[in-house]
């Protein structure tokens, strides 16, 4: 496969011909089909409709643009080469999303491997040094609106319990396709689920209070002096 179709991991926009721009009304089965025959140019219709789905679960697991956007170009080829084993027993966004997904994991193995990983979770592990995360939530709530701490946070949890939240809040899914994604019970995610709030919860509430006792502080402080 021309690795030029899968360009668009970078720049997310695909140019297309005014033949490929009259067949964007066709759904997903009739350009797996024609994908399934050599039909590059129906495979980059599919790429150009989710790629901007599939780059963002990626960027969210990996937290790293770019090796989100070689994942996401690896990710694309290796559905291409898979088509013709693709046989409809998924809908094809979801084989397509659980293809992403290993990749990722394949990709968070290697970090491993080559001992890289450590310095992606050194968030983590100030997370988990209560000195260390006063001082880190003090730098962050002075330099960062609500919003961007609620997604820190998110990279920062475990990798089982961030995905089940990109899944199901950012990119919506429903619990059967998420099962599907995942390949485990939807008992098992709706538990990640529930732990994932609730430890989001903690950590927001808890940067929270530590905000309102400088605060105060700050105010006692003033008033003396």
Same mark, same amino acid.
């Given at each position: 496969m021309n690795e030029d179709l899968l360009h668009s991991a970078r720049s997310l926009n695909l140019p297309l011909s005014s033949a490929a721009r009259a067949r964007l009304e066709q759904d997903d089965a009739q350009l797996v089909k024609a994908?399934?025959?050599?039909?590059?140019?129906?495979?980059?219709?599919?790429? #150009?409709?989710?790629?901007?789905r599939i780059f963002n679960m990626i960027l969210r697991m990996l937290q790293d643009y770019e090796e989100a956007c070689e994942i996401t170009q690896e990710a694309f080829l290796a559905a291409w080469q898979g088509l013709p084993t693709f046989r409809g027993e998924a809908r094809f966004p979801t084989w397509l999303y659980r293809i992403a997904y290993n990749c990722c994991l394949r990709q968070l193995e290697q970090r491993k491997r080559d001992k890289a990983l450590q310095n992606a979770m050194q968030e983590q592990q100030l997370l988990d040094e209560a000195?260390?995360?006063?001082?880190?939530?003090?730098?962050?709530?002075?330099?960062?609106?609500?919003?961007?701490?609620?997604?820190?946070?998110?990279?920062?949890?475990?990798?089982?319990?961030?995905?089940?939240?990109?899944?199901?809040?950012? #990119?919506?899914?429903t619990y059967e396709e998420m099962a599907e994604i995942l390949m485990m019970p939807i008992g098992t995610i709706k538990t990640h689920l529930f732990r994932a709030r609730n430890l989001l919860k903690e950590r927001l509430q808890a940067l929270q209070a530590q905000r309102q006792a400088d605060s105060q502080k700050a105010e006692v402080t003033n008033a003396l002096q």
């Open positions: 994908s399934q025959h050599g039909d590059r140019e129906a495979f980059a219709l599919l790429v #150009q409709r989710y790629q901007r000195g260390d995360q006063r001082r880190q939530a003090e730098s962050t709530l002075e330099a960062r609106d609500r919003l961007a701490l609620i997604r820190e946070q998110l990279e920062a949890l475990p990798t089982k319990y961030r995905i089940v939240l990109v899944l199901r809040h950012l #990119q919506e899914m």
